[in-house]
């Protein structure tokens, strides 16, 4: 599993799953006994059983081993998928495969973990648009599945919130500082799982963690507070992002279900695949309306992977599930949480940034750069070290500055592409100019972008490459030159914005790369949300450590809560809409332009992203609340691509828990808001797609396409006009797109990309607007 989180970066965390119902906590893992996920067959239970469960209880029963160890069982899975998870060995694991009934084994896994401003940067509005619209989430419950919650947090108190909804069926359990008196009406569930965890042999630290939903890292209590949390006056990161925080869908509630756990074994935050199927099953079981995973296991088909098994069982309840795509960036093929049926959400940066104003001598140069460094300092006059004509000390390269040479002094570092340290350093040198004795330093880099909060214990600033030569001239011809650093600035409607952040995953997805992913792309930069005020966060000095409420976080694990909460607005005004209908609308009303008017830029490269990198475009709120045509998909058009992938029957039905259907409509053409052409040895390809569009406003209308298309791309579409009678009618048409990148000398740009256009279906004298990417991409040789 993966963290997406980008700046921050704490312990890698890893994480597995598993269901409910735990009968047994011991941790011996000896004998090469390992943890399993166990699907079998109910059409085969005998009728003596009552239910599932002691049918799977009877069965474990049944087995022996020379040693007289019995298996020990983890978890019975009642949505998720028709099984159960235990700990065998190998002896067990043969005679268990032999059994009537006995469908798939796979072993544990492990997986990774992966707002002030955002609101207003997505243009929700009080009075108007998707938060009125949206009832602000009300009656809408999320699940987000993650490290834990620090239930005192104020963006979890339940001022003005309506008591829980009747049709809630969870709970709020107890444990190492947690009870229910924790949960109110704004935070309505909250459990742990870490069975699985256990007897894989990774304790729950005591000291770095609590064995209970409260959170102990951060991660949960984050992401739950972009999601759904409550209005909260008055908030900053010491003095950075002043302003009012507000989950995406206030008056949404929350569940908490934690299964990423600190383990002293480790030294690193885990999650185990059993724990985590066993967290799905139970916010399915309870009554979720949304599904929030911050976190991912490494690409595997999809009949292995918990999420995408959990998510299909999710989907048929009419729960929508979101997912972070990963931080993986910036190049193809880096997706996680691929399948389909989930909503996967890339990272992007908003029109805010964080700085100090530099200024040398009495006022001759002033620049503006960018720094989140904790402290409210101005430090004033004091005398800058440029280490010229030593191209190591004026890069300010930590094992060629003498302590003596700097003490005292505000560092002048002069980077370029090739010396750039910011994507060198190591965990042990990247504090070194605090070693020194400097009192902080000036960085000049134009990827000011890839600075970490974490990465120096002294004040930073990074200028650009531009501002920075301003410095550097004035240093080489003045003497005893002096620097002035005013730190605690925040610069808003910062242009152009949004780009896509350097470590969002880019897509196609390895195991599914006839689908384009990601889906969207959502706020995950420097986002400022809800934290645990029990450990250190912000570093001003060497083991010397801030505490905070609230912290600026980067990642797609950022991005993937924002999604979760538009998609509760949605669902809180379109009750009959489906999963599928909601992603679309999200889709084909994002936004694929910044606020300077040009295409949504590349973080990375300083030029205009593609599909692979943006999906869809940028998540735009109030448009998705009425996006008048959307692209449905029910479960048997995922099972025909399931089909088309080659799976065999036995793997499509540990995915959908079904065994009545039949392949003779197999197709990888899903019926998609996007249209990705997948190239397979060659530059040329034409591809026939079909697709059926929804009226999903009220009144009758008329659609007619408009294709934009590059050099190397023809698309023609038939019939050109589509007509619905009234709301729900429906209509078809197809588009044959032809690709030839040899054509007109188009040539293949990195990262698998070939070209993209749109196709949109523009309303005859309406406001609708429902647009699709068109994109070739070239086929990975894992693919």
């Excluded at 940067?121 to 987000?144: E, Q, S, T």
């Excluded at 929030?292 to 296991?297: N, P, Y």
């Excluded at 750069?369 to 070290?385: D, Q």
């Amino acid at each position: 599993m993966t963290l997406t989180m980008g700046q921050f970066t704490p312990p890698r965390l890893l994480f597995a799953l598993c269901l409910l119902f735990p009968i047994a906590t011991s941790s011996s893992t000896s004998n090469n006994r390992k943890n399993y996920i166990i699907h079998m067959d109910k059409t085969v239970m005998p009728a003596t059983f009552s239910t599932q469960h002691d049918w799977y209880m009877s069965t474990l029963s049944s087995l022996s081993s020379p040693d007289d160890i019995p298996p020990i069982h983890l978890y019975s899975y009642k949505h998720v998928m028709d099984g159960f998870s235990a700990v065998l060995s190998q002896t067990h694991l043969d005679q268990l495969e032999s059994l009537t009934g006995h469908v798939a084994t796979f072993p544990e896994s492990i997986g990774h973990l992966h707002t002030t401003h955002t609101p207003k940067f997505l243009d929700l509005n009080k009075r108007a648009g998707a938060w009125p619209g949206g009832k602000f989430g009300d009656d809408v419950i999320i699940g987000v599945l993650d490290t834990g919650i620090w239930p005192e947090s104020e963006s979890f108190n339940d001022k003005n919130m309506p008591p829980v909804p009747p049709r809630w069926r969870g709970i709020c359990e107890t444990g190492t500082g947690f009870n229910t008196s924790h949960c109110n009406n704004k935070l309505i569930g909250a459990r742990k799982f870490s069975q699985g965890m256990k007897q894989i042999g990774l304790n729950i630290s005591s000291s770095d963690d609590y064995d209970s939903p409260r959170d102990y890292m951060g991660h949960g209590s984050h992401t739950s507070s972009t999601a759904g949390g409550s209005p909260v006056q008055h908030v900053d990161y010491f003095g950075y992002a002043k302003g009012t925080a507000t989950g995406m869908a206030p008056l949404a509630r929350i569940a908490m279900y934690k299964v990423i756990f600190y383990s002293g074994e480790n030294d690193d935050y885990d999650a185990a695949a059993t724990d985590t199927l066993a967290g799905m099953d139970q916010a399915i079981e309870d009554g979720v309306d949304i599904m929030s995973l911050s976190l991912g296991f490494f690409e595997t088909p999809f009949y292995e992977n918990p999420i995408a098994i959990g998510a299909f069982a999710a989907l048929k309840k009419g729960i929508f599930v979101t997912c972070s795509a990963g931080n993986s960036g910036p190049h193809g093929y880096t997706m996680l949480n691929g399948a389909p049926w989930l909503t996967t959400v890339g990272a992007g940066t908003i029109d805010r940034q964080f700085g100090a104003e530099v200024t040398l001598g009495n006022g001759s140069i002033i620049v503006t750069g960018t720094s989140i460094y904790p402290e409210n300092l101005f430090i004033s006059r004091v005398p800058v070290y440029f280490g010229l004509g030593n191209r190591s000390k004026e890069i300010c390269d930590w094992n060629s500055l003498d302590p003596k040479d700097v003490a005292g002094k505000f560092l002048f570092c002069d980077y370029d592409d090739e010396s750039s340290q910011f994507r060198q350093m190591s965990e042990n040198d990247r504090y070194g100019p605090d070693i020194t004795g400097a009192i902080g330093a000036v960085f000049s880099e134009d990827d000011a972008e890839f600075l970490h909060p974490d990465y120096f214990y002294m004040p930073i600033v990074i200028v650009s490459k531009k501002d920075g030569n301003l410095l550097k001239n004035y240093i080489m011809n003045t003497t005893n030159t002096t620097v002035s650093v005013k730190f605690g600035l925040t610069l808003l409607g910062t242009k152009p914005a949004p780009k896509v952040a350097y470590f969002s995953s880019r897509g196609p997805d390895l195991r599914s790369p006839w689908t384009l992913k990601p889906d969207i792309l959502a706020p995950g930069y420097h986002i400022l949300a809800a934290w645990v005020p029990n450990r250190g966060f912000a570093p001003i000095r060497e083991d010397n450590y801030l505490l905070t409420d609230y912290a600026l976080v980067s990642g797609t694990s950022m991005s993937c809560p924002h999604v979760a909460g538009i998609a509760a607005l949605l669902k809180s005004a379109h009750r009959d809409w489906s999963s599928a209908a909601i992603r679309s609308a999200l889709m084909t009303t994002a936004d694929v332009s910044d606020n300077a008017g040009g295409r949504i830029i590349d973080m990375t490269t300083e030029v205009a992203g593609t599909p692979l990198d943006f999906g869809s475009g940028h998540v735009n709120p109030n448009k998705a609340m009425d996006p008048g045509l959307v692209y449905d998909i029910v479960a048997e058009d995922y099972i025909n691509y399931l089909c088309a992938m080659n799976y065999t029957s036995q793997q499509i039905q540990i995915i959908t828990r079904t065994s009545n259907f039949i392949c003779k409509n197999a197709s990888l053409d899903l019926n998609y808001p996007s249209f990705l052409v997948l190239l397979n040895n060659t530059n040329t390809s034409t591809t026939t797609f079909k697709r059926v569009l929804t009226n999903v406003a009220d009144n009758s209308s008329i659609y007619r396409a408009v294709i934009s298309a590059p050099r190397g791309m023809k698309a023609l579409v038939q019939p050109t006009t589509l007509t619905f009678s009234g709301k729900n009618s429906k209509a078809e048409f197809n588009m044959t797109v032809e690709i030839d990148l040899e054509a007109d000398s188009v040539t293949p740009q990195s990262d698998y990309f070939g070209n993209y256009g749109f196709l949109s279906w523009n309303e005859v004298n309406g406001k609708h607007v429902v647009r699709s990417p068109i994109v070739s991409a070239i086929a990975s040789p894992k693919t």
